[in-house]
């Protein structure tokens, strides 16, 4: 069974950067697509950005474009999310994800069942 953890997680000002890693111990990620999920308190969990597990091609959130990217590293063992320019709203738990299977899948929580437990990012001055 997959088990995926974050790491990264802090607290930042706004306009600062964070780089969230998403690893799976003794495991490859390489074939999998994998997202980030974002849930702040109150808010239902959002698709951040997803990456495919072949081509590695990548969709973003509007929120987060032009300040997110996703990657994977050159071992392929994580997936990165560097976020930049960050902003207050961009407080929430963030989490990795995968689908069962290494086909494609569309950035939607809902077609993922492996997930990390999640970090905390907070924004705030």
Same mark, same amino acid.
């Given at each position: 069974?997959?088990?995926?953890?974050?790491?990264?997680?802090?607290?930042?000002?706004?306009?600062?950067?964070?780089?969230?890693?998403?690893? %799976? *111990? +003794?495991?490859?990620? $390489?074939?999998?697509?994998?997202?980030?999920? =974002?849930? %702040? *308190? +109150?808010?239902?969990? $959002?698709?951040?950005?997803?990456?495919?597990? =072949?081509?590695?091609?990548?969709?973003?959130?509007?929120?987060?474009?032009?300040?997110?990217?996703?990657?994977?590293?050159?071992?392929?063992?994580?997936?990165?999310?560097?976020?930049?320019?960050?902003?207050?709203?961009?407080?929430?738990?963030?989490?990795?994800?995968?689908?069962?299977?290494?086909?494609?899948?569309?950035?939607?929580?809902?077609?993922?069942?492996?997930?990390?437990?999640?970090?905390?990012?907070?924004?705030?001055?």
């Amino acid at each position: 069974q997959l088990q995926l953890v974050e790491s990264g997680g802090g607290l930042v000002q706004p306009g600062g950067s964070l780089r969230l890693s998403c690893g %799976a *111990p +003794g495991f490859t990620l $390489e074939y999998y697509t994998i997202g980030w999920f =974002r849930q %702040a *308190p +109150g808010k239902e969990r $959002e698709g951040v950005s997803c990456i495919s597990g =072949r081509g590695g091609s990548t969709n973003y959130a509007d929120s987060v474009k032009d300040r997110f990217t996703l990657s994977r590293d050159n071992a392929k063992t994580t997936v990165d999310l560097q976020m930049n320019s960050l902003k207050p709203e961009d407080t929430a738990v963030y989490s990795c994800a995968a689908p069962p299977t290494t086909a494609s899948y569309p950035c939607q929580p809902g077609s993922y069942i492996y997930w990390g437990p999640g970090t905390q990012v907070t924004v705030s001055s």
